[in-house]
């Protein structure tokens, strides 16, 4: 009986992980005001942040590549949640290759990365000024395809139909 509570209590205890490493997550400022961040990003150079949202594209260049995301609140375990809240998009730029086929349009990611300052692209028909953060951790996460519907009955908590 003892075994299954501690099973129990490590596997609650997991589920609820960040997915940024302790070492980021130590050197993240959780202070800061996200409306500001995309307001004002050259106050913030140099500061360690943790962000999360969908890629709308990514681009390789010579610097690297670059990740242009849409933010989107994150979750007790750094998870974008899915709310019709955004303050903004933003750049990630990960010095090395990345294959664009995987970090592809749709996909939901969290970095944690240094504040580099404001980039200005194109974007439609305007020139937008993204938030530009250096990549020191990132992580993707899988893709949720659905074979079938995602419902099931059930007429208790051990039938299905």
Not at 8 to 14: D, G, N, P, R, T
């Amino acid at each position: 009986m003892k075994r299954l509570i501690l099973l129990l209590i490590s596997a609650s205890l997991l589920s609820c992980v960040h997915i940024v490493s302790k070492e980021w997550m130590e050197k993240a400022d959780t202070g800061i005001n996200p409306q500001q961040l995309f307001k004002s990003p050259d106050a913030y150079k140099g500061k360690i942040i943790i962000l999360g949202g969908i890629i709308v594209k990514s681009t390789n260049t010579k610097e690297g590549t670059y990740i242009e995301v849409v933010q989107i609140p994150l979750d007790s375990t750094g998870r974008p949640v899915k709310k019709d809240i955004s303050y903004g998009r933003f750049l990630i730029l990960y010095e090395g290759y990345l294959d664009t086929a995987i970090y592809s349009r749709g996909r939901e990611v969290t970095v944690a990365g240094e504040v580099i300052g404001e980039k200005t692209r194109p974007l439609g028909e305007i020139q937008y000024s993204y938030l530009l953060v250096k990549s020191k951790e990132l992580y993707l996460f899988e893709e949720i395809r659905y074979k079938s519907l995602p419902v099931w009955f059930g007429i208790d908590v051990w039938r299905r139909f």
